[in-house]
T-cell receptor, first 114, second 112 residues
Framework: AQSVSQHNHHVILSEAASLELGCNYSYGGTVNLFWYVQYPGQHLQLLLKYFSGDPLVKGIKGFEAEFIKSKFSFNLRKPSVQWSDTAEYFC????????????FGAGTQVVVTP | DGGITQSPKYLFRKEGQNVTLSCEQNLNHDAMYWYRQDPGQGLRLIYY???????QKGDIAEGYSVSREKKESFPLTVTSAQKNPTAFYLCASSATGSEKLFFGSGTQLSVL
């Protein structure tokens, strides 16, 4: 069975601090990996994705994520956060042989204080 | 203005009652999805449809039913068999083979 685990439910940090959100998945086959973000009052939107190739992927707004196959992880990072990064972040996986089954983690609520 | 429209925003269900949540998209997407969001559990896939007149069960399909008679519409019925229906329901769509899902604004369902 496919599952996605996010390590933290809530993260509070100050502007300019570095952010790293953990994500681990379990699945017997190959998966595609995603991070979605939901800003306050807005819809969920795609932040970045990994399909193949360079395991370090860059997304919008200065975010990046690294796929470590041996650890089944896809952690999200940003070197210096801004107040506007306050949002809920969801890690998601999808088996490569079943593109419809996009599975989400529980989400991490990130609050950036001025 | 293209997008996904879910209605109603809030819905109340009485015990033993079936209710239907509406989802309409004008993005010309072939694929549509229904997710349920509970606090601390993220989004769980209920049903998805890759094309008109076809749909598959997700991880928590029991107590739910869907139809896909039109490309633009993917209504979800929460039946009386769903014993814990109180949740936030999100509809999404995507172009065929695309990983980028577009989400609606959701429907909060509560049981009276």
């Amino acid at each position: 069975a496919q599952s996605v685990s996010q390590h933290n439910h809530h993260v509070i940090l100050s502007e300019a601090a570095s952010l790293e959100l953990g994500c681990n998945y379990s699945y017997g086959g190959t998966v595609n990996l995603f991070w979605y973000v939901q800003y306050p009052g807005q819809h969920l939107q795609l932040l970045l994705k990994y399909f193949s190739g360079d395991p370090l992927v860059k997304g919008i707004k200065g975010f990046e994520a690294e796929f470590i196959k041996s650890k089944f992880s896809f952690n999200l990072r940003k070197p210096s956060v801004q107040w506007s990064d306050t949002a809920e972040y969801f890690c998601a996986t999808r088996p490569t042989d079943s593109w419809g089954k996009l599975q989400f983690g529980a989400g991490t609520q990130v609050v950036v204080t001025p | 203005d293209g997008g996904i429209t879910q209605s109603p925003k809030y819905l109340f269900r009485k015990e033993g009652q079936n209710v239907t949540l509406s989802c309409e998209q004008n993005l010309n997407h072939d694929a549509m999805y229904w997710y349920r969001q509970d606090p601390g559990q993220g989004l769980r896939l209920i049903y998805y449809s890759q094309i008109v007149n076809d749909f598959q069960k997700g991880d928590i399909a029991e107590g739910y039913s869907v139809s896909r008679e039109k490309k633009e519409s993917f209504p979800l019925t929460v039946t009386s068999a769903q014993k814990n229906p109180t949740a936030f329901y999100l509809c999404a769509s995507s172009a065929t083979g695309s990983e980028k899902l577009f989400f609606g604004s959701g429907t909060q369902l509560s049981v009276l």
